[in-house]
């Protein structure tokens, strides 16, 4: 028989431990894909610079990754891209034309906690210097749908990346 002292704490101590474990596992234990770029090779052209660009897909999180997918689309220029051969397949492309439609990519492996790997290369055609925008959406079996953005910055001969 347990002492009526000890019968009292057991039930609260093990929602406690309990909750503890719940919060851990769902709330800070999860994944987070983000998606980034480097950008080079700035040529200008009649139509505004052109753009050497690759997308990365990178686990930022404290847990893996698996069923994971990512959809991006660049808002107001143009993205001509082939997937990199490896972890992923392209699935589709919807809307737009001239590479301005929203790509979507289901990732076909694992994504370890601190490790990523080339989502696409291509060319970027933009109007010309200025900020343009690279909307994502990424999700997987233990991450809820996250919308993002990064912004290439693109000043003369030289583009950068900043993250949203």
Same mark, same amino acid.
């Not at 690279?134 to 990346?161: I, W």
């Given at each position: 028989?347990?002492?009526?002292?000890? #019968?009292?704490?057991?039930? =609260? +101590?093990?929602?406690?431990?309990?909750?503890? +474990?719940?919060?851990?596992?769902?709330?800070?234990? /999860?994944? #987070? &894909?983000?998606? @980034?770029? !480097?950008?080079? @090779?700035?040529?200008?052209?009649?139509?505004?610079?052109?753009?050497?660009? !690759? &997308?990365?897909?990178?686990?930022?999180?404290?847990?893996?990754?698996? @069923?994971?997918?990512?959809?991006?689309? =660049? !808002?107001?220029? #143009?993205? %001509?891209?082939? =997937?990199?051969?490896?972890? &992923?397949?392209?699935?589709?492309?919807? $809307?737009? @034309?001239? $590479?301005? $439609?929203?790509?979507?990519?289901?990732?076909? %492996? +694992?994504?370890?906690?601190?490790?990523?790997?080339?989502?696409?290369?291509? /060319?970027?055609?933009?109007?010309?210097?200025?900020?343009?925008?690279?909307?994502?959406?990424?999700?997987?079996? #233990?991450?809820?749908?996250?919308? %993002?953005?990064?912004? &290439?910055?693109?000043?003369?001969?030289?583009?950068?990346?900043?993250?949203?």
């Amino acid at each position: 028989m347990v002492p009526p002292l000890l #019968s009292g704490w057991v039930v =609260p +101590i093990a929602a406690v431990v309990a909750t503890s +474990i719940t919060v851990y596992k769902f709330w800070i234990q /999860r994944p #987070s &894909l983000i998606v @980034d770029a !480097e950008v080079s @090779d700035v040529t200008r052209t009649g139509r505004g610079a052109s753009l050497d660009v !690759e &997308l990365f897909v990178a686990n930022v999180g404290r847990d893996f990754a698996e @069923d994971g997918y990512v959809a991006f689309a =660049p !808002e107001g220029w #143009s993205l %001509d891209a082939t =997937p990199a051969d490896g972890q &992923l397949s392209l699935t589709a492309f919807e $809307g737009g @034309d001239g $590479g301005t $439609g929203k790509r979507k990519t289901f990732l076909d %492996d +694992i994504v370890y906690q601190g490790t990523g790997f080339e989502l696409c290369e291509g /060319r970027a055609t933009v109007p010309g210097d200025g900020r343009y925008r690279l909307a994502y959406t990424t999700a997987c079996q #233990s991450q809820r749908p996250k919308t %993002d953005h990064l912004e &290439l910055v693109v000043d003369g001969d030289e583009a950068t990346v900043e993250a949203g």
